[in-house]
């Protein structure tokens, strides 16, 4: 059974940096779209980025391109989000995402089978 688990949440202030984590647990991830989601209080659900765990490619939306950055560290089977000069509009809960019937990117979360917990990000002026 696939697990993922998040962790690196906090709060910080504008202009600070913080990395969270998804710890994935359950079967090989090579072929994996592995994702991050956010939802902010009263919002939907929206797709932050996206990659394939081999390493083929990677999505961001436009608005984080260049202040975040997905990573992976496959000994401990564990997906990164480093998150750069935050601002208070990036407060929300975060969510990492995975499926392993994908081919290519997706921003839907409803095409995503597999679902972490969440850790909230909050970002204060």
């Known amino acids: 059974q696939v697990q993922l688990v998040e962790s690196g949440g906090g709060l910080v202030q504008a202009g600070d940096s913080l990395r969270l984590s998804c710890a994935a647990s359950?079967?090989?991830?090579?072929?994996?779209?592995m994702g991050w989601f956010r939802q902010a209080p009263g919002k939907d659900r929206e797709f932050v980025v996206a990659f394939r765990w081999n390493g083929d490619w990677t999505y961001y939306v436009d608005s984080v391109r260049g202040r975040f950055t997905i990573s992976r560290e496959n000994a401990k089977n564990t997906v990164y989000l480093q998150m750069n000069n935050l601002k208070p509009a990036h407060t929300a809960v975060y969510y990492c995402a995975a499926d392993q019937r994908m081919t290519s990117w997706s921003v839907f979360a409803d095409d995503y089978a597999y679902w972490g917990q969440g850790t909230q990000v909050t970002v204060s002026s």
């Open positions: 359950g079967r090989t991830f090579s072929r994996h779209v």
